[in-house]
């Protein structure tokens, strides 16, 4: 994406973090911030019941490494003079606002492409930009989780009620790596056709993709699926259940065809005699005999804790994983080798920041990027760049139009 510029007005995680993903891909991503709250979501001192330090913050630096912050006041006719001077020099306009915001503040297609009629404009949004809804706001917690279905999909029914989402921003990171696929193929096809589009991604569309099997399923058969409890998970393959070891962890096996792994997974698991059990030897019977294979298994790994089976799975042919937690990824040699994790400089001087890298990698190349930027850094800069010169940019200052 060198060579790319993008506009980005849109605050919180969802749209930001299409940003993120064309700032880790090279592009240059300019994030226009209101010149004195900046982003609303600095302002978050809570995420999921953690205190927050402004000066070290999940919720910005996820979304926001690599880019450039401009302090532009797009409510004030001079700060929207500048927003159009920006346009002029973009490949990509990126908003979540919604459209009666749009139109008050003169940012809305219309405008930015009257500046700039090559730009292709991309919307993120709750429900979508078009229908009754349009004008709605949400959050992942209410498009993606709550009205989609995919929350009640996973809030087992004995439960007796629903399970809070529990992953702040989960839905706008899976939303923002979609709009940003959807501009890479803007992108692609102007470049071949000279013609420019609009991208709209929502994050209603964003859970029923992410959900589109079980979701085809439920509109073919009008049946819902259910996350079950753990004592009611019932398995028709031994193979493919979650296990509990000896000082409480959870190994999960995932041997979806049983064919050709039956007897190296019964030596792994310390069963080896089973293998040559006429009720285990084969697939039909495997699965004729499922209760009793799971009872033999969950006795088997019940013997050893956790870390034994984490290494000694290692060399089974058939699939299985860990049950861990999102921190103990950070120190998982596989996602340590993949370049999962990023340093950046942080903010407060301190520590280096680790984000979470992209999960594109170009050539097996691990990505570079720098820190969020603090809001308003590089507004001067910025300007500059677009050749207003030093007197001009006082006079937008003095009128509170920039930061």
Same mark, same amino acid.
């Given at each position: 994406?060198?060579g790319?510029?993008?506009l980005?007005?849109?605050?919180f995680?969802f749209v930001?973090?299409?940003?993120?993903?064309?700032a880790?891909?090279?592009?240059?991503v300019?994030?226009?911030?209101h010149?004195?709250?900046g982003d609303?979501q600095?302002?978050?001192?809570n995420m999921?019941? !953690?205190?927050l330090?402004?000066?070290?913050?999940?919720?910005?630096e996820?979304?926001?490494?690599?880019?450039r912050?401009?302090?532009?006041?797009?409510?004030?006719?001079?700060?929207?003079?500048v927003?159009?001077?920006?346009?002029k020099?973009?490949?990509?306009f990126?908003?979540n606002y919604?459209?009666?915001?749009r139109?008050?503040?003169k940012?809305?297609v219309?405008h930015?492409?009257?500046v700039n009629?090559?730009?292709?404009y991309?919307?993120?949004?709750?429900?979508?930009?078009k229908?009754?809804?349009? &004008?709605?706001?949400?959050?992942?917690?209410t498009a993606?989780w709550?009205r989609?279905?995919v929350?009640?999909?996973?809030?087992?029914?004995?439960i007796?009620?629903?399970?809070s989402?529990?992953?702040?921003?989960?839905g706008?990171?899976i939303g923002?790596?979609n709009i940003?696929?959807?501009?890479?193929?803007?992108l692609?096809?102007?470049?071949?056709?000279g013609e420019?589009?609009?991208?709209?991604v929502?994050?209603?569309?964003t859970?029923?993709?992410?959900?589109?099997?079980s979701?085809t399923?439920?509109?073919?058969t009008?049946?819902?699926?259910?996350?079950?409890?753990p004592?009611?998970?019932t398995?028709?393959?031994?193979?493919?259940?979650?296990?509990?070891t000896?000082?409480g962890g959870t190994?999960?096996?995932?041997?979806?065809s049983?064919t050709?792994?039956i007897? &190296?997974?019964f030596?792994?698991?310390?069963?080896?005699?089973?293998?040559d059990?006429?009720?285990?030897?084969?697939v039909l019977?495997?699965i004729?005999?499922?209760?009793?294979?799971v009872?033999l298994?969950?006795?088997?790994?019940?013997s050893?804790?956790?870390?034994?089976?984490r290494?000694?799975l290692k060399?089974?042919?058939?699939?299985?994983?860990p049950?861990?937690?999102?921190?103990?990824?950070a120190?998982?040699d596989?996602?340590?080798a993949n370049d999962?994790?990023?340093e950046v400089d942080?903010?407060d001087g301190g520590?280096?920041f680790k984000?979470?890298?992209?999960?594109?990698q !170009?050539?097996?190349e691990?990505?570079e990027?720098?820190?969020a930027?603090q809001?308003?850094e590089?507004?001067?800069i910025v300007l500059?760049?677009?050749?207003?010169?030093?007197?001009?940019?006082e006079?937008?200052?003095?009128?509170?139009?920039?930061a």
């Amino acid at each position: 994406m060198q060579g790319v510029r993008v506009l980005e007005v849109a605050q919180f995680t969802f749209v930001p973090a299409a940003g993120a993903i064309l700032a880790d891909w090279g592009a240059d991503v300019i994030k226009v911030e209101h010149p004195v709250r900046g982003d609303t979501q600095r302002g978050f001192i809570n995420m999921g019941g !953690f205190q927050l330090d402004p000066n070290r913050h999940p919720l910005i630096e996820h979304p926001n490494r690599g880019k450039r912050s401009v302090g532009i006041d797009v409510s004030t006719p001079g700060g929207q003079e500048v927003l159009y001077e920006i346009a002029k020099t973009a490949d990509v306009f990126l908003t979540n606002y919604l459209p009666a915001q749009r139109q008050k503040n003169k940012f809305d297609v219309e405008h930015i492409r009257a500046v700039n009629p090559n730009i292709i404009y991309a919307r993120g949004s709750a429900y979508g930009d078009k229908g009754s809804e349009r &004008d709605t706001g949400g959050f992942d917690g209410t498009a993606f989780w709550t009205r989609s279905g995919v929350g009640h999909a996973l809030t087992p029914e004995a439960i007796n009620g629903a399970l809070s989402q529990g992953i702040p921003a989960f839905g706008d990171s899976i939303g923002g790596m979609n709009i940003a696929g959807g501009i890479s193929a803007a992108l692609f096809h102007r470049e071949r056709t000279g013609e420019t589009a609009e991208i709209d991604v929502s994050l209603l569309s964003t859970a029923w993709w992410a959900a589109g099997a079980s979701v085809t399923q439920g509109m073919e058969t009008g049946e819902t699926m259910r996350s079950l409890m753990p004592d009611d998970a019932t398995s028709v393959n031994p193979f493919m259940a979650n296990y509990r070891t000896s000082d409480g962890g959870t190994i999960n096996l995932c041997i979806v065809s049983p064919t050709g792994y039956i007897r &190296d997974a019964f030596e792994h698991l310390g069963l080896p005699e089973l293998a040559d059990d006429p009720r285990f030897s084969d697939v039909l019977p495997l699965i004729e005999n499922a209760s009793e294979g799971v009872e033999l298994i969950a006795k088997a790994i019940g013997s050893k804790p956790f870390e034994y089976w984490r290494q000694h799975l290692k060399t089974m042919k058939g699939q299985w994983a860990p049950f861990q937690s999102l921190v103990d990824l950070a120190t998982d040699d596989q996602a340590v080798a993949n370049d999962m994790i990023v340093e950046v400089d942080a903010s407060d001087g301190g520590k280096p920041f680790k984000v979470v890298r992209g999960p594109v990698q !170009f050539n097996h190349e691990p990505l570079e990027t720098t820190r969020a930027p603090q809001a308003s850094e590089h507004t001067e800069i910025v300007l500059m760049e677009l050749g207003l010169d030093w007197d001009r940019i006082e006079e937008l200052k003095d009128a509170g139009a920039i930061a």
